[in-house]
């Protein structure tokens, strides 16, 4: 099977060698940078990174070409590992995953085949809190009776937020919730709701705010919880699952999960990057969240900007954890669930 990122090295028309430090010629001169979306077209993270990719390659020396495409498969886990280990460490493979990896990389989540302290971040363009969102049919208008009735919850990986926020609630707090996953991305979540497959799901607020709009707008979908360290202003009245926590324990697990919310809507190169294309990447990054036109695009696309350096981004990844060995196991069980 070819490696989705081989036609990414095989589309670079120039090569990265040491004849250019010999002369002036930029690293990224006649390059492809491809980025890569851990999630299906059409949704959030797709959006979010096209828009990037539309305007970032200016304030790259030499203009490169950006071109995005889509890696599907466990909740981005899938491109994460392929990111690290597979793809070429010249700078021209950059990756957009769940803001929840970095955390389930602390609670030693199975299927990782990373350490991302090493991944190189390039840049945040937005936080992330999310929240789950119910039917308008289905019965459940609050937390509370989520914990007494059963709900079908659409999710897509298991590595996801989408997957992580119900399970957790469910070991945590009590809720009911039935999770079918293997949907590849939010739009497909969201189909399921209309379809009525499913009663709730998970869906990062900006999302809901910018593609989804008219699910709250028209009534037909309400909030019951938000997965963030505090309220966002468009829903007041839903309570962050930090405040569910029946004590102290509870409160660390939850807060730890809900730190995601601050990674949010990220970008990465793999380890091996050299330092000085590193640091390219994340000043074009800055740059382009600066430019006017980008921030004309995002606001018509009703997308929420809230730029953080990759430096200072690095700095908050490394400083998770510290918890002690008994609650991270059981922070870990937390994530997990099954019928």
Same mark, same amino acid.
């Given at each position: ?67 995005? =495409? ?46 991302? @302290?090493?991944? =190189? ?9 999310? @929240? ?15 914990? =007494? ?138 740059? @382009? ?24 981004? =690095? ?25």
């Amino acid at each position: 099977m070819r490696h989705v990122f081989l036609l990414a090295a095989a589309l670079a028309t120039t090569p990265f060698c040491a004849s250019h430090a010999a002369d002036s010629t930029p690293p990224f001169k006649n390059a492809r940078i491809t980025i890569s979306v851990g999630y299906g077209a059409g949704g959030g993270f797709d959006l979010y990174a096209r828009v990037l990719a539309r305007y970032i390659g200016k304030h790259i020396p030499g203009e490169p070409t950006v071109i995005v =495409q889509n890696v599907t498969g466990a909740g981005s886990l899938k491109l994460a590992n392929s990111l690290y280990n597979v793809a070429p460490k010249d700078g021209t493979a950059i990756g957009m995953v769940a803001q929840s990896l970095p955390v389930s990389q602390v609670l030693g989540s199975p299927g990782i085949k990373f350490d991302f @302290a090493k991944f =190189q971040v390039i840049g945040r363009m937005a936080s992330m809190d999310t @929240a789950v969102i119910v039917w308008h049919t289905v019965p459940v208008k609050t937390i509370a009776e989520a914990q =007494q009735k059963t709900m079908n919850v659409a999710a897509t990986g298991p590595s996801s937020d989408a997957f992580i926020t119900p399970a957790v609630l469910n070991n945590i707090i009590k809720t009911k919730f039935n999770i079918i996953s293997g949907y590849t991305g939010t739009r497909a979540t969201m189909t399921a709701l209309e379809r009525r497959e499913a009663d709730a799901t998970t869906v990062s607020i900006s999302s809901l705010l910018a593609e989804f709009s008219s699910y709250i707008k028209n009534k037909d979908a309400h909030a019951i919880v938000q997965n963030a360290l505090k309220r966002h202003p468009a829903f007041p009245d839903a309570p962050t699952m930090v405040e569910l926590a029946r004590n102290d324990d509870d409160r660390r697990i939850l807060t730890l999960f809900a730190a995601g919310s601050a990674i949010g809507r990220f970008f990465i190169a793999p380890p091996g990057v050299p330092a000085d294309r590193v640091e390219i990447l994340r000043k074009a990054f800055m740059e @382009a969240m600066r430019d006017p036109a980008l921030i004309a695009a995002a606001e018509k696309s009703h997308l929420e900007l809230e730029p953080m350096s990759g430096k200072d981004l =690095q700095g908050v990844i490394a400083g998770l954890g510290g918890m002690p060995p008994a609650l991270l196991e059981r922070a870990l069980a937390a994530q997990k669930w099954s019928k």
